[in-house]
């Protein structure tokens, strides 16, 4: 089978959307998409639920994660990272997860803190369920 290379500017749609025609410039694509997912319980740390560009996790303690990739980010290390965190049937109490700030920006792992968020200070917690997605530039 032989491998080749596709170039185009904008992706549209061929009709099966109704209504108005749907395109998006590719450069939206490459620099907009997430290329790191996952989706993990804090409590195990074992338990990865979902995940892409993800090749391991290190429990660095309660509520604290190192995620490595499979494929790194660029050497600038400017990407963007977002995450969030709850317990599987609680909604009424506020959770946060985030990069940890003690933490380097590293091309090969992105470190995750879990907490509770009460009043102005957070305990660090370990969580049911814990996203993380990063968006950038991969090497």
């Known amino acids: 089978m032989a491998n080749g290379t596709i170039a185009f500017d904008t992706l549209q749609t061929s009709g099966q959307i109704s209504g108005t025609a749907r395109s998006v410039d590719t450069e939206h694509i490459v620099k907009g998409s997430a290329k790191f997912l996952?989706?993990?319980t804090s409590v195990t740390?074992?338990?990865?639920?979902?995940?892409?560009?993800?090749?391991?996790?290190?429990?660095?303690g309660t509520g604290q994660a190192t995620h490595s990739f499979t494929n790194n980010f660029s050497?600038?290390?400017?990407?963007?990272?977002?995450?969030?965190?709850?317990?599987?049937?609680?909604?009424?109490?506020?959770?946060t997860?985030?990069?940890?700030?003690?933490?380097k920006v590293l091309t090969d792992s992105v470190k995750i803190?879990?907490?509770f968020v009460q009043a102005s200070s957070g305990t660090v917690t370990d969580l049911t369920y814990v996203s993380a997605a990063c968006?950038?530039?991969l090497a």
């Open 97 to 103: 997860a985030a990069p940890a700030v003690d933490s």
């Open 45 to 60: 740390t074992t338990a990865t639920f979902s995940s892409f560009n993800f090749s391991s996790l290190t429990d660095n």
């Open 135 to 137: 968006i950038g530039d």
């Open 113 to 115: 803190v879990s907490k």
């Open 75 to 95: 050497a600038d290390k400017e990407y963007v990272v977002a995450a969030s965190a709850c317990f599987s049937s609680e909604f009424t109490t506020t959770f």
């Open 38 to 40: 996952v989706t993990y």
